[in-house]
């Protein structure tokens, strides 16, 4: 007989570091850290705020429903959740279509093909508050180029007011805001295009498909899943949409341009009232969550993407 | 069902030409195969057919139409392609009367002619499934049903048993012919595999770089390959090739450049002194004789023998019906069938032999 040798039992914290679970809790610790700290915490915090009197300077006290109740009364609050959806709704369906259309034409076989891909990207890549300052330039009252050239034109006399009148001052952050994000949507829908191989668009040819056909009952189709994922963040991006319009307009003429992230950074730092701030930032809340599950019925996996494979 | 013809075809990608002139003749309701190895051709020319690729020169013609300009839907064609090319999003039924329904066929007789076609090829219990819950063997059938369906002039199968596995695909074959000898519609198939080629075709298109090797039926091309070519690409084990020239006293012997003297019945016209090739295949030798190969490697695969050995110095392949126990290095008396032996140029591949 032999002796079974003894094991001294080793101590807790080597034991812990070799467990599996152990070193993945530590792998996972920064991570949670980071989330904690600089997402959780200022949500948690933001959401307080919007239940409390504070003000730039002083602690606030705990008041209940109070700023939200101020809030409902308050045709300025009302007129930015208008602006915001408007803004929303328009720059979306028109970067959509005008995406898709750039994506469809990246896709063929085009000279400098990639020359133009990188060209398409430059919008994303320019730092907001430049392009916005640009659109500053473009948009200015005496000097715009677009007034310029129109008048050379001669098809109006004087300067367009671009950014002075409130339906223009819409139009025109929607179509700076428009420039600004149709590279997302045009080089996620390319990508999307490129999975789509080559032989269905032949098949359906060879079976008698004109080229609106094959779009509409192939191309489309197949793309449906790319463009649920595209359209909910750049419905996201545009709904929380902050710097092109602080740049731009301020949120005027007289509110007109006012969305709700502006108009809660206006009431809650320059304006000092930290609690009604947050209480705007907080009615943002039920609208993403509302175009969140949008995408996520919108995103589950159609019949035709089940199965073996 | 039509005819289809080439006439001098060619093919160029910017400056690069990939077909130099191809002229084939299809009979209505042939089975024809285009075979070659990859980069041969053979796949650029059935897509010129379908219309996928712009003719560069020369003339198609379905029937006695040129379509050169055709879109593809005009030109009454169907195609299965190399990855089946299944609409993802709907279910088979709708992909096999999709051409229908573009054509704006009503539901009920899109329905009714849907419905044998998959009874035909046993898909009759997966019509409402998606093409990704199928097996390749299925996708491969629902890919020839959305063909049929449409009773088109000409077939055109791009290298469609590829993706199957090898059981697979020597079953799918067998059902390929049988669908084509019941339907009779042309059916013009591209391959690499050689085997394909042999047991499918009526008449097979030998293609190499972009030129038209040699047409012919499969056991003509078999056991009258017009050229070194042909001669290596049609057959497996492939033919054993051994250089030299033709004795000068008796040209009914060939000499080895190892000076191994071989028979030959029917030299033709070849001419002793010039360096040739002599060619034989693996089942034309016979035990016993007075041939000497040293053996290298012996293969039972049950029903015959493969025996891999030297002639001289040239390594050859033979294939016996005898069960062989010989070993590596063992000497083996063999006869060569001196009336199956082909006779080939060295320099131009020709065939010199009858």
Known sequence: MTDVPLTPRRPLLARFLESRNGLGLLFMLPAAVFLLCFLTYPLGLGVWLGFTDTRIGRTGEFIGLENYIWLFDDPIFWLSVYNTILYTVVASVLKFGLGLWLALILNEHLPFKTFFRAIILLPWVVPTVLSALAFWWIYDSQFSIISWVLMQWGLIDTPINFLGQPNHARASVIAANVWRGIPFVAISLLAGLQTIPQSLNEAAALDGATSWQRFTKVTLPLLTPIIAVVMTFSVLFTFTDFQLIYVLTRGGPVNATHLMATLSFQRAIPGGQLGEGAAIAVAMIPFLLAAILFSFFGLQRRRWQQGND | ?354
Do not use: W
């Open chain 2, 1 to 354: 069902m039509a005819s289809v013809t080439f006439r001098d075809v060619r093919k160029a990608f910017g400056s690069v030409e990939v077909l130099h002139g191809v002229s084939i003749d299809i009979e209505e309701g042939q089975f024809v195969v285009l075979v070659g190895p990859s980069g041969c051709g053979k796949s650029t020319l059935l897509r010129m057919l379908a219309g996928l690729e712009h003719i560069t020169a020369g003339e198609i013609l379905i029937g006695d139409r040129v379509v050169n300009t055709l879109p593809p839907k005009e030109r009454d064609i169907a195609m299965v392609f190399q990855n089946y090319a299944l609409y993802p999003h709907i279910t088979v039924a709708e992909n096999m009367g999709f051409s229908l329904k573009l054509k704006g066929v009503s539901k009920k007789e899109i329905e009714s002619l849907v419905s044998p076609a998959a009874e035909m090829l046993g898909l009759s219990h997966l019509l409402d499934r998606y093409p990704r819950q199928l097996s390749g063997g299925q996708r491969q059938r629902v890919a020839m049903g959305r063909a049929i369906v449409r009773k088109p002039q000409v077939f055109l199968f791009d290298e469609p048993l590829s993706n199957l596995d090898a059981k697979l695909r020597v079953s799918m074959r067998t059902e390929i012919k049988n669908l084509h000898q019941r339907l009779k519609t042309t059916t013009v198939y591209v391959t690499h595999d050689q085997i394909e080629a042999m047991t499918m075709a009526d008449k097979i298109v030998v293609m190499h770089d972009g030129i038209v090797a040699q047409v012919g039926a499969p056991l003509d091309l078999y056991d009258r390959p017009e050229n070194l070519f042909v001669a290596g690409f049609i057959g497996s084990p492939a033919m054993n090739m051994v250089t030299g020239t033709l004795d000068a006293n008796d040209r009914n012997i060939f000499v080895t450049g190892d000076g191994e003297r071989l028979p030959i019945a029917e030299p033709g016209d070849a001419e002793p002194g010039r360096e040739m090739i002599y060619g034989v295949r693996p089942e034309h030798f016979q035990l016993g004789g007075d041939t000497t190969l040293r053996v290298e490697v012996v293969e039972p695969t049950g029903s015959e023998t493969h025996v891999v050995a030297f002639l001289g110095e040239t390594e050859i392949v033979c294939v016996f019906r005898e069960r062989i126990s010989a070993g590596p290095g063992d000497e083996l008396k063999v006869t060569i069938d001196a009336g199956s032996v082909h006779l080939f140029d060295a320099k131009e591949g020709d065939r010199l032999s009858v």
